[in-house]
């Protein structure tokens, strides 16, 4: 996610050192493994302070975890970079990035052995360029102690007493933006731009990223913001609070499906393939409810008590990706 709750760095690295089983550091260069990670997931209460250090205890490797903004700007670093390739892994691909990912050829695909841990439904690319590791629904949350009457669809969302209400996000740098993009596509097709028309009304601003934009809504600058189902479980687990809440639409509910993939011409191919594998184990995905706050790809994880105050959506909204990547660049300036 887009993600609880990094809302400072724009650009930080996070060099872990490995340890051997015999307590040595390792030092040796070619054995390092470089990650791009969007924010919340480098973030010090994000997954990557957890699993890197198991990973690397494991197979005695330094992990250079490399946050380059949100998820948009991940794909977008590795693109510019794609002829000298720095990384070895890119975290946070989603199911609607997949499309420019693979016009810009940026993976090599590679199915791992335990690829069965991962839930069918969410397989979203079947050449496996792109792993599933977690899944979540976008949601409009509001805090309940502004708002008394929140919207039910997203017709709601353009009355008048919404007028600059809204924290959104661009969908041309944030993958959360992207998604609902996605999700007014997928309720109005062709007349989407009408609807976003009407919305501008309740925008009160577009940031470039997720952590942005909800750090301005937890400081109060208004009093709904584009996040996810499973937000309001952060705030009941770690701050006792019930304030914030997802509206739930009974039209449904725009589904993301985040993975990770080896880049194409990565320096360190074989330790990516193990990370990926790693990332499918159970060390890993019990790390992503209370860290990352989707639900795992495994079913295997048990969730925690907050959430409870997750809502599941009874409709699943989901395009299918050939679909986005014939499409994306249209919609994207038909949005602009």
């Not at 991962?118 to 050449?127: A, G, N, T």
């Not at 661009?170 to 009408?194: A, C, H, K, Q, V």
């Not at 301005?216 to 009093?223: D, R, S």
Request: glycine share 6%; with cysteine; hydrophobic share 40%.
């Amino acid at each position: 996610m887009k993600k609880l709750f990094f809302l400072a760095a724009v650009f930080c690295v996070i060099s872990l050192q490995a340890v051997t089983a015999s307590g040595k550091v390792e030092n040796s260069e070619s054995s390092n493994l470089v990650i791009y990670a969007y924010d919340s997931f480098v973030s010090e209460w994000g997954p990557g302070p957890v699993v890197i250090p198991l990973f690397e205890e494991e197979y005695g490797v330094k992990v250079n975890l490399i946050s380059a903004g949100d998820s948009g700007q991940v794909l977008q670093k590795a693109i510019l970079e794609k002829d000298n390739p720095k990384a070895d892994i890119l975290i946070g691909i989603d199911n609607n990035l997949l499309a420019k990912a693979l016009e810009e050829s940026i993976f090599s695909p590679y199915k791992p052995e335990n690829i069965s841990k991962v839930q069918k439904k969410l397989l979203f690319d079947p050449e496996c360029n792109v792993i599933p590791f977690d899944y979540g629904f976008f949601s409009i949350i509001y805090d309940s102690q502004k708002i008394k009457d929140p919207p039910a669809s997203l017709e709601d969302l353009l009355q008048p007493k919404y007028k600059k209400s809204l924290i959104m996000m661009d969908p041309r740098t944030s993958s959360p933006g992207l998604g609902f993009l996605l999700w007014t596509i997928s309720e109005y097709g062709d007349n989407f731009t009408d609807y976003w028309t009407k919305l501008k009304g309740s925008i009160l601003t577009v940031t470039d990223g997720w952590d942005t934009g909800y750090g301005l809504f937890t400081n109060g600058e208004a009093p709904m913001v584009l996040s996810y189902t499973t937000s309001p479980a952060y705030h009941v687990e770690y701050e006792n609070t019930t304030r914030y809440r997802a509206a739930v639409f009974p039209e449904g509910h725009y589904m993301q499906i985040e993975g990770l993939g080896i880049v194409k011409n990565a320096p360190n191919r074989k330790m990516a393939e193990k990370f990926v594998e790693f990332a499918l184990s159970k060390e890993f995905q019990n790390a992503i409810p209370l860290t990352n706050w989707m639900y795992p790809a495994s079913d295997e994880v048990n969730l925690p008590d907050s959430f409870d105050y997750a809502p599941v959506p009874e409709k699943k909204l989901l395009l299918p990706s050939n679909e986005i990547r014939e499409n994306v660049d249209k919609w994207l300036t038909q949005w602009t």
